[in-house]
Nanobody, 121 residues
């Protein structure tokens, strides 16, 4: 079994900062890509940022230059540093990881429990 446990989030004023963390645990052989998604009320879940095992990053245009994704491979943990937050960043944020549980097995797609981020104007 693999679990992704998120921490961080909460309420912040516009212009403020928050940091999200997501730690993978359980029967893990290797972690491939990790990512953060978000879903605002009435909208589809969207990719915020992703990072490969080698550290290559990708960001949604709406968060470029404000958010930074990083990972600690020794802890199987991914982070999202969110600066200059805007009200439109308000959403439930989910971490995602592609994880191989055994050698040569097909990687599985795992999700965190979600955490609310609310940015007040």
């Amino acid at each position: 079994q693999v679990q992704l446990v998120q921490s961080g989030g909460g309420l912040v004023q516009a212009g403020g900062s928050l940091r999200l963390s997501c730690a993978a645990s359980g029967s893990i052989f290797g972690v491939n890509s990790m990512a953060w998604y978000r879903q605002a009320p009435g909208r589809q879940r969207e990719l915020v940022a992703s990072i490969t095992g080698g550290g290559y990053t990708n960001y949604a245009d709406s968060v470029k230059d404000r958010f930074t994704i990083s990972r600690d491979n020794t802890k199987n943990t991914v982070y999202l540093q969110m600066n200059s937050l805007k009200p439109e960043d308000t959403a439930v944020y989910y971490c995602n990881a592609v994880i191989r549980t055994k050698p040569f097995s097909t990687p599985g797609n795992y999700w965190g429990q979600g955490t609310q981020v609310t940015v007040s104007s």
